[in-house]
C-alpha cells in the first residue's frame, strides 16, 4: 500500500520551533518532487516548502523563508519541515504530497500539486 504519514505537529508558543516528518511506505520519495502544503480554517491550501525531484531545488513561501527548512532523509525514506520562531498565522493543518510528473520545486508548491498526500497533522501556534 502507498502511503505518506505525517507527524510532528502539535501546540507550540509563538517563537517556538517544530520539525514535521513525512514518511513513505510503498515507494521511495527519492523518486518524487515532495511538498509541504498547508491549509488554515476559511483559506486555500498553500504551498509552503517543495523541494525538487532530481535537480535539489527548493522553494519557499515568502511568509517562511528564512524561517522554515526542508530536507530529505533517503536513508529513513522522510522528508522534513523544521519550523522555527513559529508565528500565529503559521496555524494550520499540514499536508505533505510526493509528485511524479512535475519535477521542480517551485513549480510544485505553485501549482499546489501531488500524486500522493498524506493524512495531515496539526499545527498550532497560540500563547
Known amino acids: 500500500q502507498l502511503q505518506l504519514v505525517e507527524s510532528g505537529g502539535g501546540l507550540v508558543q509563538p517563537g517556538g520551533s517544530l520539525r514535521l516528518s513525512c514518511t513513505a511506505s510503498?515507494?521511495?520519495?527519492?523518486?518524487?518532487?515532495i511538498g509541504w502544503f498547508r491549509q488554515a480554517p476559511g483559506k486555500e491550501r498553500e504551498g509552503v516548502s517543495c523541494t525538487g525531484r532530481t535537480d535539489g531545488s527548493t522553494y519557499y513561501a515568502d511568509s517562511v523563508k528564512g524561517r522554515f527548512t526542508i530536507s530529505r532523509d533517503n536513508a529513513k525514506n522522510t522528508v522534513y519541515l523544521q519550523m522555527n520562531n513559529l508565528e500565529p498565522e503559521d496555524t494550520a493543518v499540514y499536508y505533505c504530497?510526493?509528485?511524479?510528473?512535475?519535477?521542480?520545486?517551485?513549480?510544485?508548491?505553485?501549482?499546489?500539486?501531488?500524486?500522493?498526500w498524506g493524512q495531515g497533522t496539526q499545527v498550532t501556534v497560540s500563547s
Open positions: 504530497a510526493a509528485e511524479d510528473i512535475i519535477n521542480t520545486a517551485r513549480a510544485v508548491c505553485i501549482m499546489n500539486v501531488g500524486a500522493y
Open positions: 510503498g515507494f521511495l520519495l527519492d523518486n518524487y518532487a
